[in-house]
């Protein structure tokens, strides 16, 4: 199993980490060469911006495109989220706010609810869905706002779990993997 991580800006570093510890093997995706041969994909948390020009810069839109439309696990975080809305790469019908709970001093954590256990979430500059067409499920928010969204083979989260010490949402994302590759 190998499992790429987005490496043009961010916390992908530490996503690499976390998936390393549970067994995956990781290769850092920045051109689309990288994305050959993988098994899943990361798009890590990071500023959108930045994120927007190097996904042009080194012509990745179209190649992330179609690897979302492959079928393959994607698992995306925060501004990860952001780049997989109807305003970025298109590959969730989703629109997200960025920055939705306000800047970087408005930062916080909070316990939520996702798929029946409750979760330690880091929030740092973060995204909401503010729109979601009838295919996406929206399995937790924060004060009314979906902060978690997916649609097929792909899973977003608006908050940073790669910062706590809790790695189950990687481990689905690698059970995810396991089952499309069977």
Known sequence: ????????????????????????????????????????????????????????????????????????????????????????LGVLDVRCERNAFGRQVRSFEADLELDGRTIHAVFIRAPWVAEAGPDVELPAEVDGHPVAARQGNVVAVAFHPELGDDPSLHADFLGRVRSNGR
């Not at 990781?26 to 020009?53: A, F, I, K, Q, Y």
């Not at 501004?79 to 809305?85: E, H, R, T």
């Open 1 to 88: 199993m190998v499992v790429g991580v987005l490496a043009l800006q961010g916390g992908f570093a530490a996503h690499a980490r976390i998936l390393r510890d549970l067994g995956a093997q990781v290769r850092e995706v920045r051109t689309p060469e990288n994305l050959e041969g993988l098994d899943g994909l990361v798009m890590p948390g990071g500023e959108s911006t930045t994120m927007t020009l190097g996904i042009e810069r080194e012509g990745l839109s179209d190649p992330l495109r179609e690897f979302a439309a492959s079928g393959r696990p994607v698992f995306a975080t925060c501004a990860g989220m952001i780049m997989l809305d109807r305003d970025h």
